[in-house]
């Protein structure tokens, strides 16, 4: 993976926006490894700039990824084991997460939002816009 510009270039100065789209990332140089790593570890979170990865599988995507995401847009998983790992890695109770995957986002290309961010206004939402549930439930 070759990134079109240097991480330098993310001063804090301007709001940015990074989607990182669907890369092989089988064998990344220690190069790779440290300019990804320094991309969500740091530069997300200190220089003003959102990063979203998008992968088919989320199993595919990087470690550090799911490690520093605070949003996660899913689709219904292959298997129920694949199910119950992402229900895990959100927060979400593995059956909460089936009966939402069966009766809720029940469309072809419905998806899930978890939203682990602080304050955020809706936890769960279908379809990004839907809210599923309220904070105040908790």
């Known amino acids: 993976m070759r990134l079109l510009i240097g991480l330098e270039e993310f001063d804090g100065g301007v709001?940015?926006?990074v989607?990182?789209?669907d890369f092989e990332m089988t064998k990344p140089s220690k190069d790779v490894q440290r300019k990804i790593s320094t991309m969500f570890r740091f530069i997300s979170s200190?220089?003003?700039v959102s990063v979203m990865l998008s992968y088919q599988s989320f199993f595919d995507c990087l470690?550090?990824?799911?490690?520093?995401?605070?949003q996660f847009l899913l689709y219904k998983p292959n298997s129920r084991?694949?199910?119950h790992t992402v229900s895990n890695r959100c927060g979400i109770d593995s059956k909460d997460m089936r009966y939402i995957f069966k009766h809720i986002r029940n469309g072809p290309y419905d998806n899930l939002m978890v939203d682990l961010s602080v304050n955020s206004p809706a936890r769960l939402?279908?379809?990004?816009y839907e809210v599923l549930e309220s904070d105040s439930e908790d």
């Open 125 to 128: 939402r279908k379809n990004i």
């Open 19 to 21: 989607v990182i789209d």
């Open 15 to 17: 709001k940015t926006f």
């Open 46 to 48: 200190h220089r003003n």
């Open 81 to 83: 084991m694949e199910l």
């Open 63 to 70: 470690s550090i990824a799911r490690k520093c995401a605070t």
